[in-house]
């Protein structure tokens, strides 16, 4: 489906409805024929060196209607789009072990309540999921369903600790999300 | 090839890279997988890591997925054969026979987000967020992402905003087909800043040590030995060694030269002056021997086992912190241990005590004169060389803590002699009357170890017993060497004999020397600790017991002023009186704290309790009893107090 193939030049503003319900104003940045693909940006103009935008690509298919709301110049300078390789797989990288290091904070099928019980406690308290058991500080450990009662292990204080945080947090988020769960 | 393309494209792998479809399972597209896909409702079934299309979405999914699974199989190999270096987008273009600009727009934007955060929607309205990671530019621009997970799930089944179960984030590879739109945030379209680029990166993500410890973060480097740079030739000046082992440059020289600082250093106000006389050779040989000897020893000391590359019992519990820290601590080996094997130390203390009386003069902790040590060089080296080593060993076995340089080595043996005779504990030996001489000696052992060499020097009040000599005495650290070296600074007036008789004895201990006749006062040990003797009497000075002349015993050290042993030699040949009690000298150096009590009495003098750790390194060998010296003359006190 090319909709307003022609249509889609470059540095052209529109404002876009998709058939999956979303709205959008932006900027062309390209469109690619073969593949449908148009590229938004969020904002007109020239995005100068280091300056960030909202980049949207979408296939044209999707796109209910739209209309041209502008022109601007082209959003690209086609003699200072360098790729610099090296920077892109740093920031890969380190973005993929930002990712892994959240990615522990989520424990592995328990409930939503659950996660959010674990969040609270992981703001005061080093804490560490065991399939659905949350360890905290390694000693103490708190079973589903992560009642104050169903904190076990670890010494008299550390257990006695977690109890109180744990009752507090609930409660908080009780009060703050009250029939969440 | 229609146009050129106007991005630039470092000659890299751009394609390998971006082609490269690091999925972490196999790529697997089987009929069961669709059915699953089917009738597992809600759930995403991302064993392949492929979205799961839904039912809704195609009529016949397996087969799409086959072809989709194998078309991309067959792509890749096509996609990195393509990918080549020094390609650039042109032949991207040309290649796959669009040459377009706008592909080439669309690839600068597309790697351009690798590494971005995105969401992705798919055909069946879920949203899946994940770390971009590659597309197929080749093709239709179906992409990888990395570290993703649904964030909505438009499924059928689910129209729920929040998934029912927290999953794992994984690799996902969205085929084109589903692709209906990505959306990223904050992308530098003009590329990122230069030089802070990649920094800038870097402060979003703060390198600590658990995020480095927990990811797997690069491994183990291989280290590569530093070496300067070519034209850097300066920085190694600092090492330039000669044949020699000196540096070839003198620093005096050079601070003389740059600043005309003149160096008034004078070695001998700092340590007994070196008589470089016709003896000269004879007494470097004697000294080395007696080093050597003393270095080769045996020790149960942890600290000069260390020194010495000998190996105690290696303790597992020893960690760094036990071996090497300042901070006391009352473990058993500290504390005041009744020695059990005294016997052994009986014989070769009588070797060692002297038979003859020896001058109170010489039993002055410190080197009383330069001319005295100069004289008695000699045998202060020969007298120091058994008995170290005699006392070391014999407190080794002994576990007897380190003594003060006794005076006297007739006290000291005296001193041991008691101790074998009756508890070990922690006695105070009143060896006034093992003393030969006419003052009294009393020798005060520490017997913490750790402590007795840190006693800083406290003059004491008499008044109290123990207080006093507590005080006074600090905590003899004997070790081989620095006993030696105390004995030395000691004995400025011993007498060869004694020196002979030490050598030939070779004893393992000086402590014991049965022979002596335990005195009266002797008999009353008392203890600081009620721990260690429970059964000593209480001391009480007497200041007019009489005073002990040991017969055969020699000296357990002879006084040896030795050069590099430094003490505070105000302990003049003035004969020890009665002398004031409590009285005690600072340690000459750093370990090595003798304090000096007049003891006039001979019943032994209460237990001084080491006061503490003063100095990092307690040398007690062995079983430290508290020994009180005998400082006769507090006024010629011409050391450096430390």
């Known amino acids: 489906m090319e909709v307003g193939g022609e249509e889609f030049a470059i540095g052209v503003l529109i404002s876009v409805k998709t058939t999956l319900g979303d709205e959008f104003e932006g900027q062309i940045v390209s469109f690619d024929r073969p593949?449908?693909?148009?590229?938004?940006?969020?904002?007109?103009?020239?995005?100068v060196r280091g300056e960030r935008r909202n980049v949207r690509v979408l296939k044209a298919n999707y796109i209910r209607e739209f209309s041209v709301v502008g022109r601007a110049d082209d959003p690209l300078d086609p003699a200072g789009c360098v790729l610099d390789l090296s920077a892109i797989h740093a920031r890969e990288e380190a973005a993929l072990r930002q990712a892994e290091?959240?990615?522990?904070?989520?424990?592995?099928?328990?409930?939503?309540?659950?996660?959010?019980?674990?969040?609270?406690?992981?703001?005061?308290?080093?804490v560490q999921w065991d399939k659905t058991d949350i360890v905290v500080m390694k000693e103490v450990r708190v079973c589903n369903p992560y009642l104050p009662e169903n904190v076990s292990g670890g010494t008299s204080a550390a257990n006695e600790r977690v109890k109180k945080v744990l009752d507090f947090e609930r409660k908080r988020l009780h009060v703050r999300v009250p029939g969440q769960f | 090839m229609a146009k050129h393309t106007v991005v630039a494209m470092k000659p890299k792998r751009l394609g390998a890279h971006q082609y490269d479809f690091k999925y972490e399972g196999p790529l697997r597209a089987t009929p069961t997988y669709c059915n699953h896909g089917l009738s597992a409702a809600g759930t995403m079934?991302?064993?392949?890591?492929?979205?799961?299309?839904?039912?809704?979405?195609?009529?016949?999914?397996?087969?799409?997925?086959?072809?989709?699974?194998?078309?991309?199989?067959?792509?890749?190999?096509?996609?990195?054969?393509?990918?080549?270096?020094?390609?650039?987008?042109?032949?991207?273009?040309?290649?796959?026979?669009?040459?377009?600009?706008?592909?080439?727009?669309?690839?600068?934007?597309?790697?351009?987000?690798?590494?971005?955060?995105?969401?992705?929607?798919?055909?069946?309205?879920?949203?899946?967020s994940g770390i971009?990671?590659?597309?197929?530019?080749?093709?239709?621009?179906?992409?990888?992402?990395?570290?993703?997970?649904?964030?909505?799930?438009?499924?059928?089944?689910?129209?729920?905003?929040?998934?029912?179960?927290?999953?794992?984030?994984?690799?996902?590879?969205?085929?084109?087909r589903e692709l209906v739109q990505i959306l990223a945030k904050d992308v530098a379209l003009g590329g990122d800043e230069l030089p802070k680029g990649p920094s800038h990166d870097k402060r979003k993500d703060l390198m600590i040590d658990s995020a480095i410890s927990r990811s797997h973060?690069?491994?183990?480097?291989?280290?590569?030995?530093?070496?300067?740079?070519?034209g850097d030739s300066e920085c190694i000046e600092l090492e330039k060694f000669d044949r020699k082992g000196n540096r070839s440059w003198d620093q005096f020289e050079t601070n003389a030269a740059l600043f005309g600082v003149k160096s008034t250093f004078n070695e001998e106000l700092y340590t007994t002056k070196l008589e470089r006389g016709p003896h000269m050779r004879e007494l470097e040989k004697h000294a080395s021997r007696i080093a050597r000897e003393i270095e080769g020893e045996d020790t149960k000391d942890i600290h000069l086992a260390e020194e010495r590359g000998l190996y105690l019992d290696d303790d597992l519990d020893h960690d760094e912190e036990i071996k090497y820290s300042a901070v006391r601590r009352d473990t058993d080996n500290t504390k005041y241990k009744a020695s059990t094997n005294v016997s052994s130390n009986t014989n070769p203390i009588d070797s060692l005590t002297r038979a003859?009386?020896?001058?109170?003069?010489s039993w002055l902790a410190c080197p009383s004169t330069a001319d005295e040590e100069s004289s008695s060089h000699v045998f202060d080296t020969n007298s120091s060389t058994t008995f170290p080593i005699n006392n070391v060993s014999q407190l080794a076995s002994h576990s007897q803590p380190n003594k003060h340089l006794s005076i006297d080595e007739s006290r000291l043996d005296d001193k041991l002699a008691k101790d074998s005779s009756g508890d070990r504990g922690t006695r105070n030996f009143q060896t006034e009357n093992t003393i030969s001489e006419g003052g009294r000696l009393s020798i005060s052992e520490d017997l913490e170890g750790p402590s007795s060499s840190s006693h800083p020097y406290e003059p004491s009040s008499s008044g109290q017993g123990k207080k006093s000599s507590e005080s006074l005495q600090s905590d003899a650290t004997l070790t081989g060497k620095p006993l030696a070296e105390y004995v030395n600074s000691q004995r400025p007036g011993s007498s060869t004999s004694s020196t002979s008789e030490l050598i030939a004895g070779a004893a393992n201990s000086v402590a014991c020397a049965p022979g002596l006749s335990p005195s009266s006062s002797m008999g009353s040990l008392s203890s600081e600790k009620s721990s260690l003797n429970p059964n000593a009497k209480e001391f009480k000075l007497n200041p007019n017991a009489k005073s002990f002349t040991p017969t055969s015993l020699r000296p357990p050290h002879p006084p040896a002023s030795d050069g590099a042993y430094y003490y505070p030699n105000n302990m003049p040949t003035a004969p020890l009186g009665p002398a004031v009690p409590g009285m005690g000298f600072p340690p000459a150096y750093g370990g090595q704290p003798m304090v000096y009590n007049a003891q006039p009495g001979p019943s032994p003098q209460g237990y001084m309790h080491p006061a503490g750790?003063?100095?990092?390194?307690?040398?007690?060998?062995?079983?430290?009893?508290?020994?009180?010296?005998?400082?006769?003359?507090?006024?010629?006190?011409?050391g450096r107090n430390f």
């Open chain 2, 45 to 128: 079934n991302h064993q392949q890591q492929i979205v799961p299309p839904r039912a809704s979405a195609n009529g016949f999914p397996h087969r799409k997925l086959d072809r989709e699974g194998s078309g991309r199989q067959d792509s890749k190999p096509q996609l990195l054969m393509s990918s080549s270096g020094g390609f650039s987008i042109s032949e991207i273009g040309g290649k796959v026979g669009h040459g377009c600009p706008s592909r080439d727009r669309l690839i600068y934007v597309m790697t351009q987000l690798i590494g971005h955060h995105v969401d992705v929607h798919v055909k069946n309205g879920s949203i899946i």
């Open chain 2, 613 to 638: 750790p003063q100095y990092g390194q307690q040398m007690m060998i062995g079983q430290t009893r508290p020994v009180y010296y005998y400082a006769p003359d507090m006024q010629q006190y011409r």
């Open chain 2, 217 to 230: 973060y690069p491994e183990e480097r291989e280290l590569e030995r530093w070496a300067p740079d070519e």
């Open chain 1, 35 to 47: 593949t449908n693909l148009l590229v938004i940006q969020e904002g007109v103009g020239r995005a």
């Open chain 1, 101 to 126: 290091i959240e990615s522990e904070r989520i424990g592995v099928g328990v409930t939503p309540e659950a996660q959010s019980i674990f969040d609270a406690l992981s703001k005061t308290l080093p």
């Open chain 2, 356 to 361: 003859g009386n020896t001058d109170p003069k």
């Open chain 2, 132 to 176: 971009f990671h590659a597309t197929n530019s080749d093709k239709d621009f179906g992409i990888v992402m990395k570290m993703a997970q649904v964030i909505k799930d438009g499924s059928v089944r689910g129209h729920k905003n929040a998934v029912d179960v927290v999953r794992k984030p994984e690799t996902m590879i969205i085929p084109a």
